[in-house]
């Protein structure tokens, strides 16, 4: 019974015994768990490093999980590095959508460090690159980032503090314009990654179908879903504590978070109430999408996928800019043996050929659907900066 009352509520379902206790109760984040979206601190203004790294812990990232370390320990220096305790195994296997999500830092980090007049000289992976696993990824630096006088700065970073995923079904009565979808691929320009795209009904409608497939592969297979509900966030409290993850702050999650109704140890049990709200949830987002914008390389080095997140972060401010939502479907991108069929799909709708078989082939990194959401989006909850340095 627990189980299903876990991913019942998860899933937004009702439980009507807890009206009382729970009526009044909002399902906003706690003000401490997102107070990064106001920017940095007064602590932080002094040192243009720490300035900067206000801004670039922002950035969108796999499973919310905020794999980002930073030693500050050499002067006008910030090197980065992956924190070992944040990585996804089971959905991520070779850490390609953790290195991603790093990309994504550096490019806020880059942008911010204008802001305040200083130039990021970014040397990647100074002490060589990793290897190709994703437990590989800790024992070796990111990039080095060397600070200098100068600095352009960039009209996108008047975005940064209102970038949020939308995460919500889109409003299927409203198309996305082509010039939207242009005004995202000047955004996303940067070297060595392309652009591609999907406005007319019948792609539109074959990808709808691949992420809808895909999600269910994961939600369907133990150890993926297992990640997720490892990560999950319940109520104000654990939420306040991690600021990271997935989090569920529906009245009726905090009512049972208060009484400890949660099993986290296996999945759903397929059928239920809870399970049905959980595939309804990911069926809206696949189906509502009313458009498709997607980043690949010519080839898959660990460089091409920093590349691929400095690309993508712009390409979400820009689509802030626009009010646009542009979620990333990962699902079918994930590289585990059940997906292996998706995989190849996502690769053939998009680039028009098969599937990499080695990191020297063109491979799809990122893949979004696009849409006006039809509710706001909102923060996702963000460590302190304290929680990310190494050393000041």
């Known amino acids: ?20 206790l729970t009526a009044g109760c909002s399902s906003a984040l706690p003000d401490d768990a997102v107070a990064a979206w106001s920017g940095p601190t007064a602590a932080d203004q002094a040192d243009p490093r720490r300035w900067a790294l206000a801004h670039a812990i922002l950035a969108p990232n796999a499973h ?44 806020l980090l880059v942008m911010a460090l204008a802001e305040r007049g200083q130039a990021a000289d970014v040397a990647l992976f100074p002490a060589g690159e990793p290897g190709a696993a994703c437990t590989d990824l800790p024992a070796k630096p990111v990039a080095r980032v060397t600070l200098r006088p100068g600095g352009a700065r960039d009209p996108l970073f008047a975005h940064v503090l209102r970038r ?4 919500s079904d889109y409003d299927t009565t409203r198309p996305v314009a082509p010039d939207a979808i242009a005004a995202l691929r000047t955004a996303a320009a940067t070297a060595g990654v392309s652009f591609g795209s999907a406005l007319d009904e019948q792609p539109v409608a074959a990808m709808r179908k691949l992420c ?4 269910q592969v994961e939600l369907l297979t133990p150890r993926t879903v297992m990640e997720s509900i490892h990560v999950t966030r319940v109520g104000p409290s654990e939420i306040n504590k991690h600021r990271d993850g997935i989090s569920v702050n529906n009245p009726m999650a905090r009512f049972a978070a208060t009484v400890g109704l949660f099993d986290r140890t296996q999945p759903p049990a397929p059928g239920s109430e809870g399970y049905k709200q959980m595939m309804s949830r990911f069926e809206g ?71 990499p078989r080695s990191t020297n082939e063109p491979t799809l990194q990122m893949f979004c659907r696009v849409g006006y959401p039809l509710q706001v989006p909102t923060p996702a909850p963000r460590r302190e900066l304290g929680a990310i340095v190494r050393a000041a």
């Open 64 to 107: 919310n999980l905020q794999s980002w370390l930073v030693d500050l320990a050499q002067p006008n220096t910030i090197t980065l590095w992956i924190d070992k305790d944040r990585l996804l195994p089971h959905t991520d296997p070779p850490g390609r959508q953790v290195m991603i999500s790093q990309g994504a830092f550096l490019e």
């Open 212 to 215: 809808w497939e895909s999600a």
């Open 164 to 167: 949020h995923t939308a995460k």
């Open 1 to 20: 019974m627990q189980r299903r009352l876990f991913i019942r509520l998860v899933g937004g379902g009702t439980l009507a015994a807890a009206v009382p």
């Open 285 to 355: 987002h696949s189906r509502s999408a009313m458009a498709f914008v997607w980043l690949a390389t010519e080839r898959n080095t660990r460089a091409d996928q920093i590349a691929t997140g400095r690309a993508f972060v712009r390409l979400q401010l820009r689509a802030s800019e626009l009010r646009l939502g542009a979620h990333p479907m990962s699902q079918a991108l994930q590289e585990y043996p059940e997906m292996a069929p998706h995989y190849e799909t996502a690769h053939r709708l998009t680039l028009n050929r098969a599937a």
